[in-house]
């Protein structure tokens, strides 16, 4: 199972590097970081480790969106 | 005790007038009689004086404190031949009081004399480059035991000749009208110390006296040996005349060219400690 | 105590669990010195300048003010402690910190003239001074891992240290202590405050005569 | 003439910090050859025990509390109470080592542990310039910034 | 093994974001890369064990992103 | 040795080449160029298990690149 | 082996129902919540999406929806039960107001998960199989084609509206 | 033999003379401040090498000494190229700045309370730097030095009863690790009020 995860975030990565348009990166770092949250939870089956998914996950999450935000706020593109 | 130190600061001011009158005579004028040292002295202790109403009191008077002591305290430890480190210590504390002199006036003059003594901190660096190899071939700093090394095994000058050039070089740096004496050069008019007047001049006067005995004493004792007194007193006028043959043929370098010039000699021999320490 | 033939007998030492200062015939010379200059930091009024109007014969006194002197006096005394722990400690990383002290110290004394060029020689000399942290605390680093030790005292005479790890301690002392150049450099005449500025000078000069000592005996 | 040269790059204090580094280089290029030659015994003093059963993963160094634990310090005679403050955890981290095996480092960071030890007894005058290294950096920057506040 | 994989895996991703974050010229791509990076290292710290760790780290990560991003924000005209 | 260790000093090369050649030369890449040694000296540290040393490097690490932002938005800030 | 890979495939179609559902219910797609996930929704548009599909897919990103908490749900319920499950919503309440966002749906997304999790748990189930799952379809939505994406998401969204 | 440690003394070394090399090509002063920073993972990194529970007594210090320095050189700049008073050429208005701090900031600053210490120092202090530069905030500069004053007073006191009475062990460490936690979050925190914001 964790295979599956981190497999989808390594694919995840990959379709990061490959996309050209910034804005349009982002919704291949939330594959990512879905597939890393659900690793975590596999590699150490403990229940801190889901407090710990979950800051990864919301930590990313606001990663994310401050900087969509801040694309949006400068170029308005 | 205090007769020592009264002795070694007439010596030194002798040891002045001495060196005035071979660079005079070099140059081709008769030159101040060799006392005349003495007499400046003399003269400016029973001056009136004060301390200068900008001037930064404390540190005007303090430093002139200093600068005896560290000479005597430098005495005293070539008499009881203590430690040689302790003696590069004070050596380099010397800078403190050239700095100190030059900052306590307000005067500019003063300052760019502080100040180029500061630029020439490198010419401490050749000291401490000696006193590494001197360790390196001695296995010891105590003075005593150099001495013992040298009853053994003859003159350090030979085996440690960068040293002693090193050495050399750094008394070279501290004597009047030197290639290297940059921070009394006569642009600034007489450098840090064109400020202090009356008895602190006469005092001053006094301290660098006993410098020049001391440091030239401690080149005898390091590379020469225990030799006896009169033998002692012999090689320290030679190398006081050798001194004065320098200062009179060589001009006065810019400032920066005197600290690469001492910048470089202290590599030098830093190569050669380091080729001694691991090769040999 | 080791009785290494460099420094003179030792006095006293003073535990502070792994961190044992002592005091040797040098150090105690040295720490002598350094209470002289506190002393003269503390107490001693600045210079004041006097600035001749050329053409005329009017002058007039710069004056100085209250806060700045109170900041760098403070300072001054600071790195007066600072040398004073630098000479006496007995553990090489406790002995880059107090030259990292007194590196910072002196950047102080230097910025707190508010002249431009002043300021721009304080910025200069904290680079070279923060930059200089890498062979200074990799010499630390280096001795630790070679031989398991930082006191001085176990050090002494063992001649394990290998010379990178000297070499590197130099250089960063080098580093910490070349604001006097700075400071030359600059137009510090402008700057007032002779007994801070000679701090400036004395705690560097300090630390070159230590490192010296340290890298004897090490 | 070199030494002319030389003295130009000197006389220009903004070259210093560059000639700084070169030196910096040429120790550094030269102490490469002497690397294989050193040899590590860097865990003579306060060496790590790793035990990954245990509730203080990294940082478990044994002893109970209010007494106390083997501690290889440099001078072991100078601190009589060594060991006390490695072995000592507070209520509250004996209760979070109790609960869970994956908080060691909070446990440890709490008052009481091998960390404490160090920074605070053995090798407290370290701590102590430390933190007066902390407070002339902050007065530097406040002197300034109050400074442009005054004017 | 499964170990092994994983760790390699995650080498990957974070050279992976390592180099794009080095050859990327925008910043805000460069940002991303750093969170590919971040999201190679976290699971290493989890596989340690040490999850206190990795709960404030990666809480820390975007506090330094978004400090970063105030450097990014709108021009002011 | 440990895996960790040797992804960490090569993320630390790789960081220090990238920060000191940065590809456009301006202050941001430089920046955030810096966070890949530090990522790189992290790994080391969590390979020597120095996780206390970890935790304070990164909010430090956190603190010091506010102070860099500070700079660089007052140096391109208008008076 | 096949049967792990039927769980998964079974838990994979679930959770994408699930979540779909509960964000458009939660009206995700009508526009973008913070800046951020509009200059997304418009960027996708700009590609030959749909609109309120991208609209979605950039909420989607910036803060923890549905889907997050279907997520996080199931590695609650899987490390800890139900217990893990209520504090997994929790977590994805704090992590929405930090997120700026009201947090009905991730919230929501959590509970709901993990009443489904717990029941099909009692059919055979892992909880395990979910996270995979979720995994699985958040793949399908954010990571293959964002254009189809964001054009299914438009026509269920024009459905309900 | 070659172990671990001669491997990342040679990756170190490598490391230094690579941006000791960049650094001594550099001639902008901010350029220069950004390296100086890189010389400082370089010092970490040398002594993080160790290993030990010493080494990372170690590190602690090293930190500090960066931060400080730091701290001191960007207001020296600043100062220096006299844009102190500038405005910021950017504003960052994005909603998370609205809504992340306080959490966050929370997050932090509880568990840095929790860890005390050095550690918690910094943790704390990036918490509380983080809501001072999103929310703005009100100079209370006198009081948080004075109250930082204080703690740096009860840290030496806290030294020397560990010196002195060694048996008041438990005492000083308290003392000492809540003192160095108050202090090194003042001191830390007051760099986010001191970033001149167009309010003031």
């Given at each position: 199972?964790?295979?599956?995860?981190?497999?989808?975030?390594?694919?995840?990565?990959?379709?990061?590097?490959?996309?050209?348009?910034?804005?349009?990166?982002?919704?291949?770092?939330?594959?990512?970081?879905?597939?890393?949250?659900?690793?975590?939870?596999?590699?150490?089956?403990?229940?801190?480790?889901?407090?710990?998914?979950?800051?990864?996950?919301?930590?990313?999450?606001?990663?994310?969106?401050?900087?969509?935000?801040?694309?949006?706020?400068?170029?308005?593109? | 005790?205090?007769?020592y130190?009264?002795?070694?600061?007439?010596?030194?001011?002798?040891?002045?007038?001495?060196?005035?009158?071979?660079?005079?005579?070099?140059?081709?004028?008769?030159?101040?009689?060799?006392?005349?040292?003495?007499?400046?002295?003399?003269?400016?202790?029973?001056?009136?004086?004060?301390?200068?109403?900008?001037?930064?009191?404390?540190?005007?008077?303090?430093?002139?404190?200093?600068?005896?002591?560290?000479?005597?305290?430098?005495?005293?430890?070539?008499?009881?031949?203590?430690?040689l480190?302790?003696?590069?210590?004070?050596?380099?504390?010397?800078?403190?009081?050239?700095?100190?002199?030059?900052?306590?006036?307000?005067?500019?003059?003063?300052?760019?004399?502080?100040i180029?003594?500061?630029?020439?901190?490198?010419?401490?660096?050749?000291?401490?480059?000696?006193?590494?190899?001197?360790?390196?071939?001695?296995?010891?700093?105590?003075?005593?035991?150099?001495?013992?090394?040298?009853?053994?095994?003859?003159?350090?000058?030979?085996?440690?000749?960068?040293?002693?050039v090193?050495?050399?070089?750094?008394?070279?740096?501290?004597?009047?009208?030197?290639?290297?004496s940059?921070?009394?050069?006569?642009e600034?008019?007489?450098?840090?110390w064109?400020?202090?007047?009356?008895?602190?001049?006469?005092?001053?006067?006094?301290?660098?006296?006993?410098?020049?005995?001391?440091?030239?004493?401690?080149?005898v004792?390091v590379?020469?040996?225990?030799?006896g007194?009169?033998?002692?007193?012999?090689?320290?006028?030679?190398?006081?005349?050798?001194?004065?043959?320098?200062?009179?043929?060589?001009?006065?370098?810019?400032?920066?060219?005197?600290?690469?010039?001492?910048?470089?000699?202290t590599?030098?021999?830093?190569i050669?400690?380091?080729?001694l320490?691991?090769?040999? | 105590?080791?009785?290494?033939?460099?420094?003179?007998?030792?006095?006293?030492?003073?535990?502070?669990?792994?961190?044992?200062p002592?005091f040797?015939?040098?150090?105690?010379?040295?720490?002598?010195?350094v209470?002289?200059?506190?002393?003269?930091?503390?107490?001693?009024?600045?210079?004041?300048?006097?600035?001749?109007?050329?053409?005329?014969?009017?002058?007039?006194?710069?004056?100085?003010?209250?806060?700045?002197?109170?900041?760098?006096?403070?300072?001054?005394?600071?790195?007066?402690?600072?040398?004073?722990?630098?000479?006496?400690?007995?553990?090489?990383?406790?002995?880059?910190?107090?030259?990292?002290?007194?590196?910072?110290?002196?950047?102080?004394?230097?910025?707190?003239a508010?002249?431009?060029?002043?300021?721009?020689?304080?910025?200069?000399?904290?680079?070279?001074?923060?930059?200089?942290?890498?062979?200074?605390?990799?010499?630390?680093?280096?001795?630790?891992?070679?031989?398991?030790?930082?006191?001085i005292?176990?050090?002494?005479?063992?001649?394990?240290?290998?010379?990178l790890?000297?070499?590197?301690?130099?250089?960063?002392?080098?580093?910490?202590?070349?604001?006097?150049?700075?400071?030359?450099?600059?137009?510090?005449?402008?700057?007032?405050?002779?007994?801070?500025?000679?701090?400036?000078?004395?705690?560097?000069?300090?630390?070159?005569?230590?490192?010296?000592?340290?890298?004897?005996?090490? | 003439?070199?030494?002319?040269?030389?003295?130009?790059?000197?006389?220009?204090?903004t070259?210093?910090?560059?000639?700084?580094?070169?030196?910096?280089?040429?120790?550094?290029?030269?102490?490469?050859?002497?690397?294989?030659?050193?040899?590590?015994?860097?865990?003579?003093?306060?060496?790590?025990?790793?035990?990954?059963?245990?509730?203080?993963?990294?940082?478990?160094?044994?002893?109970?509390?209010?007494?106390?634990?083997v501690?290889?310090?440099?001078?072991?005679?100078?601190?009589?109470?060594?060991?006390?403050?490695?072995?000592?955890?507070?209520?509250?981290?004996?209760?979070?080592?109790?609960?869970?095996?994956?908080?060691?480092?909070t446990?440890?960071?709490?008052?009481?542990g091998?960390?404490?030890?160090?920074?605070?007894?053995?090798?407290g005058?370290?701590?102590?310039v430390?933190?007066?290294?902390?407070f002339?950096?902050?007065?530097?920057?406040?002197h300034?910034?109050?400074?442009?506040?005054?004017? | 093994?499964?170990?092994?994989?994983?760790?390699?895996?995650?080498?990957?991703?974070?050279?992976?974001?390592?180099?794009?974050?080095?050859?990327?010229?925008?910043?805000?791509?460069?940002?991303i890369?750093?969170?590919?990076?971040?999201?190679?290292?976290?699971?290493?710290?989890?596989?340690?064990?040490?999850?206190?760790?990795?709960?404030?780290?990666?809480?820390?990560?975007?506090?330094?992103?978004?400090?970063?991003?105030?450097?990014?924000?709108?021009?002011?005209? | 040795?440990?895996?960790?260790?040797?992804?960490?000093?090569?993320?630390?090369?790789?960081?220090?080449?990238?920060?000191?050649?940065?590809?456009?030369?301006?202050?941001?890449?430089?920046?955030?160029?810096?966070?890949?040694?530090?990522?790189?000296?992290?790994?080391?540290?969590?390979?020597?298990d120095?996780?206390?040393?970890?935790?304070?490097?990164?909010?430090?690490?956190?603190?010091?690149?506010?102070?860099?932002?500070?700079?660089?938005e007052?140096?391109?800030?208008?008076? | 082996?096949?049967?792990?890979?039927?769980r998964?495939?079974?838990?994979?179609?679930?959770?994408?129902?699930?979540?779909?559902?509960?964000?458009?219910?939660?009206?995700?797609?009508?526009?973008?919540?913070?800046?951020?996930?509009?200059?997304?929704?418009?960027?996708?548009?700009?590609?030959?999406?749909?609109?309120?599909?991208?609209?979605?897919?950039?909420?989607?990103?910036?803060?923890p929806?549905?889907?997050?908490?279907?997520?996080?749900?199931?590695?609650?319920?899987?490390?800890?039960?139900?217990?893990?499950g209520?504090?997994?919503?929790?977590?994805?309440y704090?992590?929405?107001?930090?997120?700026?966002?009201?947090?009905?749906?991730?919230?929501?997304?959590?509970?709901?998960?993990?009443?489904?999790?717990?029941?099909?748990?009692?059919?055979?189930?892992?909880?395990?199989?979910?996270?995979?799952?979720?995994?699985?379809?958040?793949?399908?939505?954010?990571?293959?084609?964002?254009?189809?994406?964001?054009?299914?998401?438009?026509?269920f969204?024009?459905?309900?509206? | 033999?070659i172990?671990?440690?001669?491997?990342?003394?040679?990756?170190?070394?490598?490391c230094?003379?690579?941006?000791?090399?960049?650094?001594?090509?550099?001639?902008?002063?901010?350029?220069r401040?950004?390296?100086?920073?890189?010389?400082s993972?370089?010092a970490?990194?040398?002594?993080?090498?160790?290993?030990?529970?010493?080494?990372?007594?170690?590190?602690?210090?090293?930190?500090?000494?960066?931060?400080?320095?730091?701290?001191?050189?960007?207001?020296?700049?600043?100062?220096?190229?006299?844009?102190?008073?500038?405005?910021?050429?950017?504003?960052l208005?994005?909603?998370?700045?609205?809504?992340?701090?306080?959490?966050?900031a929370?997050?932090?600053?509880?568990?840095?309370?929790?860890?005390?210490?050095?550690?918690?120092?910094?943790?704390?202090?990036?918490?509380?730097?983080?809501?001072?530069?999103?929310?703005?905030?009100?100079?209370?500069?006198?009081?948080?030095?004075?109250?930082?004053?204080?703690?740096?007073?009860?840290?030496?006191?806290?030294?020397?009863?560990?010196?002195?009475f060694?048996?008041?062990?438990?005492?000083?460490?308290?003392?000492?690790?809540?003192?160095?936690?108050?202090?090194?979050?003042a001191?830390?925190?007051?760099?986010?009020?001191?970033?001149?914001?167009s309010?003031?």
């Open positions: 199972m964790g295979a599956i995860c981190l497999i989808i975030a390594l694919y995840g990565a990959i379709r990061i590097v490959l996309e050209r348009e910034t804005l349009l990166k982002l919704p291949f770092v939330n594959v990512m970081n879905f597939g890393i949250a659900g690793l975590i939870v596999f590699i150490l089956p403990h229940p801190l480790t889901l407090v710990a998914a979950a800051a990864y996950f919301v930590g990313s999450t606001l990663e994310a969106n401050a900087i969509a935000s801040a694309i949006a706020r400068r170029g308005g593109k | 005790m205090i007769e130190i009264i002795a070694a600061m007439f010596a030194g001011l002798l040891l002045h007038g001495i060196h005035r009158k071979v660079i005079a005579r070099i140059q081709g004028r008769p030159g101040p009689p060799i006392w005349q040292e003495i007499l400046h002295t003399l003269k400016f202790l029973g001056k009136e004086s004060w301390i200068p109403k900008t001037a930064s009191q404390g540190v005007y008077v303090a430093v002139v404190g200093i600068s005896i002591a560290i000479w005597t305290a430098a005495l005293m430890l070539l008499i009881t031949q203590e430690s480190l302790l003696l590069f210590a004070l050596y380099v504390l010397h800078k403190i009081v050239e700095h100190g002199i030059g900052l306590a006036s307000g005067s500019p003059y003063a300052k760019f004399g502080a180029r003594s500061v630029v020439s901190a490198a010419s401490e660096l050749p000291l401490l480059s000696s006193v590494a190899l001197i360790y390196l071939i001695t296995g010891s700093l105590m003075l005593r035991d150099i001495e013992a090394y040298q009853a053994i095994n003859g003159p350090l000058l030979i085996v440690a000749f960068p040293a002693a090193a050495l050399y070089l750094v008394i070279l740096s501290k004597i009047h009208y030197g290639p290297f940059i921070v009394e050069a006569k600034i008019v007489s450098g840090y064109t400020e202090h007047f009356g008895v602190w001049r006469g005092l001053m006067n006094a301290a660098f006296g006993l410098k020049t005995f001391v440091l030239l004493y401690t080149f004792v590379f020469i040996g225990p030799i007194l009169p033998l002692t007193l012999l090689a320290i006028l030679i190398l006081m005349i050798t001194l004065s043959f320098v200062c009179a043929a060589t001009p006065m370098l810019s400032p920066y060219d005197s600290v690469t010039v001492q910048t470089l000699t590599g030098l021999i830093a050669y400690i380091i080729y320490g691991v090769f040999a | 105590m080791f009785d290494l033939n460099i420094e003179g007998a030792e006095l006293f030492a003073l535990p502070f669990g792994d961190i044992v002592y040797s015939v040098y150090s105690a010379t040295l720490a002598a010195f209470l002289i200059f506190i002393l003269i930091a503390a107490f001693d009024r600045p210079e004041r300048q006097l600035n001749i109007i050329f053409g005329g014969d009017a002058f007039y006194e710069k004056e100085i003010k209250e806060g700045d002197t109170r900041f760098s006096r403070f300072m001054a005394i600071a790195c007066g402690f600072a040398t004073l722990g630098a000479v006496l400690t007995g553990d090489i990383f406790n002995f880059t910190l107090f030259a990292v002290l007194v590196g910072i110290t002196n950047i102080a004394i230097v910025a707190s508010g002249n431009h060029h002043v300021l721009n020689a304080a910025f200069q000399y904290g680079i070279v001074a923060m930059i200089a942290t890498v062979p200074l605390f990799g010499a630390a680093a280096i001795i630790l891992a070679t031989t398991g030790t930082l006191s005292w176990t050090l002494a005479g063992m001649g394990a240290v290998p010379l790890a000297k070499a590197m301690l130099i250089l960063g002392v080098m580093g910490e202590g070349i604001a006097p150049l700075y400071i030359g450099k600059a137009e510090i005449i402008r700057a007032q405050g002779a007994p801070f500025v000679l701090m400036i000078h004395f705690s560097s000069l300090l630390l070159f005569l230590r490192v010296t000592e340290i890298v004897l005996v090490i | 003439m070199i030494i002319r040269k030389l003295s130009g790059i000197l006389s220009n204090f070259n210093l910090s560059r000639v700084y580094a070169v030196m910096v280089i040429i120790v550094v290029i030269a102490g490469i050859a002497s690397i294989p030659s050193l040899d590590y015994q860097g865990d003579r003093l306060y060496p790590k025990t790793i035990d990954r059963d245990s509730p203080l993963d990294p940082y478990d160094r044994g002893g109970i509390p209010f007494e106390s634990t501690v290889l310090a440099e001078y072991p005679e100078n601190s009589p109470y060594l060991g006390y403050i490695t072995a000592y955890l507070t209520p509250l981290s004996l209760a979070l080592a109790a609960a869970t095996p994956h908080m060691g480092t446990i440890v960071a709490h008052p009481g091998i960390i404490d030890e160090i920074l605070y007894a053995t090798r005058l370290d701590t102590v430390e933190t007066t290294i902390l002339v950096g902050f007065a530097v920057a406040a300034l910034f109050r400074r442009r506040e005054d004017e | 093994m499964m170990e092994s994989v994983i760790t390699l895996s995650l080498a990957g991703l974070i050279f992976l974001g390592a180099v794009a974050t080095a050859l990327w010229k925008n910043p805000f791509d460069k940002l890369g750093i969170s590919i990076l971040s999201a190679g290292v976290i699971p290493l710290i989890v596989t340690r064990g040490y999850l206190d760790v990795a709960i404030i780290i990666s809480l820390v990560i975007p506090i330094t992103t978004i400090l970063v991003l105030l450097l990014l924000g709108r021009e002011v005209r | 040795m440990s895996p960790l260790f040797i992804i960490g000093f090569g993320l630390i090369i790789l960081g220090t080449v990238a920060t000191a050649w940065p590809s456009p030369k301006d202050y941001i890449t430089r920046l955030i160029n810096l966070e890949l040694p530090a990522f790189g000296i992290l790994l080391v540290m969590l390979s020597f120095e996780t206390l040393a970890l935790l304070t490097f990164i909010a430090v690490t956190s603190i010091s690149t506010f102070l860099f932002v500070r700079v660089i007052k140096r391109e800030g208008t008076p | 082996m096949l049967e792990e890979f039927g998964i495939v079974v838990a994979t179609v679930i959770a994408w129902v699930l979540f779909l559902s509960l964000d458009i219910y939660w009206r995700l797609p009508r526009r973008g919540g913070v800046s951020g996930a509009d200059a997304i929704g418009k960027a996708i548009a700009e590609r030959g999406g749909d609109q309120h599909g991208g609209w979605m897919m950039g909420n989607i990103v910036c803060s929806d549905a889907s997050a908490g279907t997520l996080l749900a199931a590695c609650g319920v899987f490390v800890a039960g139900i217990p893990g209520i504090a997994a919503a929790i977590l994805v704090i992590g929405n107001r930090i997120c700026h966002d009201k947090g009905y749906a991730g919230t929501s997304g959590a509970l709901i998960a993990t009443i489904v999790i717990a029941g099909f748990m009692q059919i055979g189930f892992f909880a395990s199989d979910f996270i995979a799952g979720m995994v699985l379809a958040i793949l399908t939505i954010q990571g293959i084609s964002h254009t189809h994406a964001s054009r299914l998401i438009g026509y969204w024009r459905w309900r509206a | 033999m172990d671990t440690f001669h491997i990342g003394m040679f990756a170190a070394s490598l230094i003379i690579i941006a000791f090399f960049s650094f001594m090509k550099e001639t902008d002063d901010l350029h401040l950004l390296l100086t920073d890189l010389a993972v370089m970490l990194f040398l002594i993080a090498l160790v290993g030990t529970d010493l080494a990372e007594a170690l590190i602690l210090p090293g930190l500090v000494v960066t931060i400080s320095k730091l701290m001191a050189l960007t207001e020296i700049y600043l100062v220096k190229e006299g844009i102190q008073r500038n405005q910021p050429a950017r504003t208005d994005i909603e998370v700045l609205q809504s992340a701090p306080a959490i966050l929370s997050i932090l600053v509880l568990y840095g309370i929790f860890l005390s210490g050095f550690s918690g120092g910094a943790v704390a202090g990036l918490g509380v730097i983080f809501y001072i530069i999103c929310k703005g905030h009100q100079e209370r500069f006198e009081l948080i030095e004075t109250v930082s004053g204080y703690a740096w007073v009860a840290w030496i006191a806290a030294f020397f009863i560990i010196l002195i060694p048996s008041q062990w438990f005492l000083a460490v308290m003392i000492a690790g809540g003192a160095i936690l108050i202090k090194v979050t001191k830390l925190s007051l760099i986010g009020t001191m970033r001149g914001e309010d003031v």
